[in-house]
């Protein structure tokens, strides 16, 4: 028996993410972010490896990854125009949960589906907040694809690595609508 739900439908095509510099306090309590955290927890993942955890980042600790992207940046040759803005989710951010990916050795399941496994977990959790009425961005950065930032910053071992930054607070005001997709041209209709 299938159950429909036109609300949800009707949500997922329209939905859209607001921009991390228009997002303002308060964010989301503990409480309020568990129900998010476990609706994400229901994506597709194949094997029941769970090629995934979280890190909730409190507004307390924005600061320390401000200062470790500056040093990040200044390692890695950044241009500072570069650095400030790759600061500036942390600068501005209230809460962020890191969604970070962990391989786990199977031999039923490939590397590649464990990392779509912890993709699709970033976009429920950025769905469950704006369902829930929050305002949320997926954001990544070339700092959280560098090893030595991300030990610093996380503590991630060799086998994980951040899949995406979920900033969650309050929207501060709405966002324009942007061009969206043409399905029709990308979809391949095949019958035989």
């Not at 590649?112 to 429920?124: F, K, N």
Request: some cysteine.
């Amino acid at each position: 028996m299938s159950l429909k739900n036109p609300a949800a439908l009707e949500f997922l095509q329209s939905r859209r993410s607001r921009p991390a510099k228009t997002l303002v306090a308060p964010a989301p309590t503990r409480e309020e972010l568990l129900p998010l955290l476990t609706a994400a927890a229901r994506s597709p993942d194949h094997g029941k490896l769970e090629p995934w955890r979280f890190i909730v980042l409190e507004n307390g600790a924005m600061d320390r990854l401000s200062e470790l992207t500056q040093d990040c940046g200044t390692r890695l040759g950044k241009a500072p125009e570069d650095i400030a803005k790759a600061r500036s989710q942390f600068d501005m951010g209230h809460l962020a949960v890191a969604v970070i990916e962990v391989q786990k050795p199977s031999e039923k399941v490939p590397a590649i589906e464990q990392t779509y496994s912890a993709g699709a977990v970033c976009l429920a959790l950025l769905n469950a907040a704006l369902a829930a009425g929050w305002g949320a961005n997926w954001l990544s950065g070339w700092q959280v694809h560098d090893p030595e930032f991300c030990r610093q910053a996380f503590g991630l071992q060799d086998n994980e690595r951040v899949a995406g930054l979920i900033h969650i607070a309050t929207e501060g005001k709405a966002p324009p609508e942007r061009p969206r997709p043409d399905v029709a041209a990308l979809t391949e209709w095949v019958s035989e």
